[in-house]
């Protein structure tokens, strides 16, 4: 198969006329592009240029290759090129797989940074409802790198972007918007126990915040009264604000609404990660996750 540097010197020497134009072009000797050039021709079986007492001329087979010689020298430049803006940051394609809920929140303000920094970058994103989906898809090697809440079990590498509060969202008037009915805490703020003596508005069953709030309310010594399930936590916030129940949820549901929020006493909260694969990341997914931490975990509105 013919080599890339013998097609690259074959349209040197047809562009510049003579091989040894070519020669001082491209910072070789005429011999040296005459022994690619007459390899090559074995290769094909034919003679492809006329060697002429002044430079030399395309001959029938030459003039039909030319094209494909051309595209061929063309598309490894194009390599060369995408390749180094890949390393060097500047194009390419960063796939992020997120926390629905943390969407908004923490990957919206880079995508919309990245926008005017790394124009020539295309951001993919695919956003869960459950962790262990997430992690699924990162593992299968379909997304780059991943946001969400601290997962239970992660071989790769885990960066912390912060904690995040988790608080009670209830309506207008209800009981635990002051003090709680125990007398226990102060103004505005509650336990989990007096949030399960309450109607709550709680997530799926498989959703990983649902299974992290039934073990605190276990822990607490109780249950949580659930007479509705959302697949959304930010649906859950939205129906406790309408009178449906108390619900407890990330920050990061509230879609910076801070009605209605009353928080715990002690203070509930997960952390918030960057995942990477196990092998580490590509420059673009390394420069991204760096820009997730310097923004945070999301805060009370």
Do not use: Y
Request: with cysteine.
């Amino acid at each position: 198969m013919p080599t890339l540097r013998a097609l690259e010197l074959f349209t040197a020497v047809l562009d510049h006329g003579s091989l040894t134009e070519a020669a001082r072009r491209l910072h070789t000797t005429p011999s040296a592009i005459s022994h690619q050039l007459t390899t090559l021709e074995r290769e094909l079986r034919t003679p492809l240029l006329h060697r002429l007492p002044r430079g030399v001329r395309a001959t029938a087979a030459g003039r039909a290759v030319e094209a494909d010689a051309r595209r061929a020298v063309e598309a490894a430049a194009a390599v060369t090129r995408v390749g180094r803006a890949v390393a060097a940051g500047a194009a390419g394609r960063v796939r992020v797989a997120c926390g629905e809920v943390l969407t908004a929140p923490l990957v919206a303000p880079v995508l919309t940074r990245w926008r005017h920094e790394h124009p020539d970058v295309v951001v993919e994103l695919a956003e869960f409802a459950s962790a262990d989906a997430l992690t699924a898809h990162l593992d299968a090697g379909r997304a780059d790198l991943g946001v969400i809440p601290r997962p239970r079990d992660w071989t790769g590498e885990v960066h912390l972007i912060g904690h995040e509060e988790v608080v009670a969202v209830v309506p207008p008037g209800h009981p635990l918007a002051g003090a709680t009915s125990t007398g226990t805490t102060s103004p505005g703020t509650t336990t989990v126990a007096d949030v399960a003596a309450h109607p709550v508005v709680g997530l799926a069953p498989g959703n990983g915040l649902d299974r992290w709030l039934t073990g605190i309310a276990a822990d607490a010594g109780t249950t949580f009264d659930v007479v509705v399930r959302t697949r959304s936590a930010s649906t859950a916030a939205h129906l406790a604000r309408a009178g449906a129940g108390v619900a407890v949820v990330p920050v990061s549901a509230l879609g910076g609404d801070g009605t209605g929020v009353v928080r715990f006493t002690p203070p509930l909260g997960r952390d918030v990660v960057a995942l990477l694969p196990a092998g580490g990341a590509d420059p673009l997914a390394g420069e991204f996750v760096r820009d997730l931490l310097a923004g945070g975990a999301p805060r009370l509105p």
